[in-house]
Nanobody, 125 residues
Framework: QVQLVESGGGLVRPGGSLRLSCAAS????????MGWYRQAPGKERGLVAS???????TYADSVKGRFTVSRDNAKNTVYLDMSMLQPGDSAVYYC???????????????????WGKGTLVTVSP
């Protein structure tokens, strides 16, 4: 069906930068909103940033001016460029997409919340 493969997480020092990528593959009909959520231990998962198919972006207040979300529609990929990272940014980051795709029996289906497995970002001295 559809796979979301995230990459780019890791350990970084405060003030450092990372780039996350999420590539969607499979029998995709269309990709609408794409974005990133994060979940720290003991906290709820929340929106970090999202981007529509037309390029309109939304950011959580805590990351405005530090993070940039972008997408490459030809590659079905969404990116999150993170700079000036702080320990409070440590979390598992999940890719989330809204998409339509073909099932195994060739049925078209649209799903508002399709999730990746997550990639861990740790910001520590």
């Amino acid at each position: 069906q559809v796979q979301l493969v995230e990459s780019g997480g890791g350990l970084v020092r405060p003030g450092g930068s990372l780039r996350l990528s999420c590539a969607a593959s499979g029998r995709i009909l269309s990709l609408d909103d794409m974005g990133w959520y994060r979940q720290a231990p003991g906290k709820e998962r929340g929106l970090v940033a999202s981007i529509t198919s037309g390029g309109v972006t939304t950011y959580a207040d805590s990351v405005k001016g530090r993070f940039t979300v972008s997408r490459d529609n030809a590659k079905n990929t969404v990116y999150l460029d993170m700079s000036m990272l702080q320990p409070g940014d440590s979390a598992v980051y999940y890719c989330n997409v809204q998409l339509c795709y073909y099932t195994e029996n060739d049925t078209p289906i649209c799903q508002r919340d399709y999730w990746g497995k997550g990639t861990l970002v740790t910001v520590s001295p």
